[in-house]
């Protein structure tokens, strides 16, 4: 079996709002990395591309 295929993303963030997104992740018990590919998903499905993961 294969592993799928992963890339990596960069955007630029304020300062302030990493620290408290990263700070919600911990007291969530997350990684902020879990909560920004959860939140991906989620927008996807929403936004009507969710055939991208069959």
């Given amino acids: 079996m294969t ?3 992963t890339k990596m ?4 963030v304020d300062e ?3 620290k ?4 919600a992740c ?3 018990d997350t990684t902020a ?3 920004i590919r959860a939140f991906m998903r989620e927008y996807v ?3 009507g591309q969710a055939d991208l993961f069959k």
């Fill in 3 to 5: 592993e799928p295929k």
């Fill in 9 to 12: 993303f960069t955007a630029k």
């Fill in 16 to 18: 302030n709002l990493l």
């Fill in 20 to 23: 408290a997104f990263k700070h």
């Fill in 26 to 28: 911990q007291n969530q």
């Fill in 33 to 35: 990395s879990q909560a």
């Fill in 45 to 47: 499905r929403k936004h």
